[in-house]
């Protein structure tokens, strides 16, 4: 297998391969400009993020004081005297209800973490997706110069 010489030196002339090949031009403002967009949207995605944890636990904590004053509620309303069938239809009727808001708690919870999860995606979603169109359109003005 032969090596081409083609340089005067006698070695292979690099210069005159990259010459034929049409590299875009770099432009280091809109690097930059890009850049400054990406953080902006990190920090936007950041701050939905932190409201979104800070609405959570605001919300479990309003819970939390709600179910102890349920449960001391429910104590009373079962330590009072009754006949023993009506103290197990008061204790099942009971149950239902804990069980019942407990589960929409839960979906509330749910609700909110993944409102909160949706925002912070869509924030991201867009500034990749402006990336992208940022990128198409240079490359469309790289072609038109060309």
């Known amino acids: 297998m032969a090596v081409k010489v083609s340089g005067k ?3 292979f002339d690099y210069s ?3 010459r034929d090949l049409q ?3 770099f432009a280091p403002q809109l690097v930059a400009d890009a850049q400054r967009k990406n953080i902006e949207a990190l920090t936007q995605a950041n701050q939905l993020a932190l409201d979104g944890a800070r609405l959570f636990a605001q919300r479990q904590s309003e819970i ?3 179910a102890f004053a349920q449960a001391s509620a429910l104590l009373r309303d079962l330590l009072q005297p009754s006949e023993p069938e009506e103290r197990v239809a008061r204790t099942a009727e009971a149950a239902k209800r804990v069980f019942d808001q407990n589960m929409a708690t839960m979906c509330e919870l749910n609700e909110l973490g993944a409102k909160a999860s949706a925002d912070v995606f ?3 979603a ?7 169109d940022e990128m198409r359109l240079f490359a469309k003005k790289q072609a038109v110069t060309d």
């Open 23 to 25: 590299l875009p031009i």
């Open 126 to 132: 867009r500034r990749v997706s402006e990336g992208f």
């Open 9 to 11: 030196n006698g070695f």
């Open 64 to 66: 939390v004081q709600q």
């Open 122 to 124: 869509s924030v991201m």
């Open 16 to 18: 005159k391969t990259y």
